[in-house]
């Protein structure tokens, strides 16, 4: 008997990309299972999950660079495309379809002209990004000089080292993505009553969705500076316990019901901003300190930091005006947001862009055990 295969390991087509601080294989959705448990098994496979090392797969051993995407052409009217965000983790047999994630967003339009989804336009191409895990829309825009992509240039983000070309992600209603508003219990701070099997406590914390759920509370509340290193912070059992804890009454409030076995909310500790910034920050993508801070997150603090009476108050610095420019700091660098508010409505934020890079790192076939 013979095959076109000369192993019994089975060939699924996809680019491994860099998007922002992120990496992770991205595939066309025809590549995959139409089934949701056998596309998953497909994706546990190709990044070696579960597996704290991820050796056997194209995983690399931590959260930020366990990720997939999946993308299609779009058929909702107005949508050029649809993209599909599936967060792994090293050492869990999980595939979580149900959080954002604006880094690999970077990577998408990149990914869709890779693979001819669309046409490439002369200097610049735009494409309307539909996230299917929230229902969120954004435009971005890739620089394409000649009807080519360019991935070469002077635009730097923290958390990358070098630079690369700029690519501008305009986001067009993220409030609620995935709770079931902005600010999910109703207030912009609320009293959280904590009980972590040690103590009870109390703690003030704001409960925003901006494109990313979050708990956001001030480092001094859990006796910090706030600019502690990412190693103090991951070292400190007494502190993801109680921040854990913390995440888990949160859950409710936020209409998210029981949290336990999903990624978000994510906590963010919060402090005065510390080299020339709006904001200082720590963020735990939920159990782990994230060594920069997400897209969506930086969002959503930025977001944070704009309403009156938030946690952010009385230690953010920023700009005056309708539109601002919020830099919000965070262990390797800074990552700015800007954010403009509805002239009649202090409390309503229009609108949300910020730059990234992305680019491809390798091409061709991940093999998968039949």
Same mark, same amino acid.
């Given at each position: 008997m013979t095959t076109d295969q000369p192993s019994d390991l089975r060939p699924v087509p996809c680019i491994l990309m860099r998007g922002g601080t992120s990496r992770g294989p991205f595939f066309l959705e025809s590549d995959l299972p139409p089934d949701p448990a056998a596309r998953d098994r497909v994706l546990l496979a190709a990044m070696g999950s579960p597996d704290r090392r991820q050796i056997d797969g194209l995983g690399g051993a931590h959260p930020l660079t366990s990720k997939a995407g999946i993308v299609r052409a779009s058929t909702t009217p107005g949508v050029d495309l649809d993209f599909l965000f599936a967060q792994l983790q090293p050492d869990k047999e999980t595939v979580d379809t149900t959080p954002n994630c604006g880094n690999m967003l970077a990577a998408v339009l %990149? *990914? $869709? !002209?890779?693979? =001819? !989804? @669309?046409?490439?336009r002369d200097g610049a191409t735009t494409a309307r990004i539909l996230t299917l895990n929230t229902g969120m829309q954004c435009d971005v825009t890739v620089p394409t000089p000649d009807r080519r992509l360019r991935y070469t240039g002077a635009a730097r983000i923290d958390g990358v080292p070098g630079t690369a070309a700029p690519i501008?992600?305009? *986001? !067009?209603?993220?409030? =609620?993505?995935?709770?079931? $508003?902005? @600010?999910?219990?109703g207030r912009v701070r609320d009293e959280v009553l904590v009980d972590d099997g040690v103590d009870a406590f109390g703690v003030q914390a704001t409960l925003i969705d901006n494109g990313m759920p979050m708990v956001i509370v001030r480092a001094a509340d859990f006796g910090l500076t706030g600019y502690e290193t990412v190693e103090e912070l991951n070292g400190n059992g007494r502190l993801r316990a109680r921040l854990e804890a913390l995440r888990l009454? $949160?859950? %409710?409030?936020? =209409?998210?019901g029981d949290v336990k076995g999903k990624s978000y909310p994510k906590m963010c500790l919060v402090a005065a901003p510390a080299a020339g910034g709006s904001i200082a920050t720590r963020c735990f993508i939920p159990h782990v300190c994230h060594e920069a801070i997400g897209v969506l997150a930086a969002v959503t603090v930025g977001t944070a930091c704009v309403l009156e009476g938030s946690v952010t108050q009385g230690i953010a610095q920023l700009p005056q005006g309708l539109r601002k420019t919020v830099s919000v700091e965070h262990p390797t660098g800074e990552f700015s947001v800007e954010l403009e508010l509805d002239a009649h409505d202090r409390q309503r934020v229009t609108r949300a862009a910020l730059l990234r890079t992305a680019r491809p790192i390798m091409r061709g076939e991940v093999l998968i055990p039949e």
């Open positions: %990149p *990914f $869709a !002209l890779e693979r =001819g !989804l @669309l046409p490439i501008t992600i305009n *986001f !067009l209603d993220t409030a =609620g993505s995935v709770c079931p $508003a902005l @600010l999910p219990s009454a $949160a859950g %409710p409030l936020m =209409g998210l």
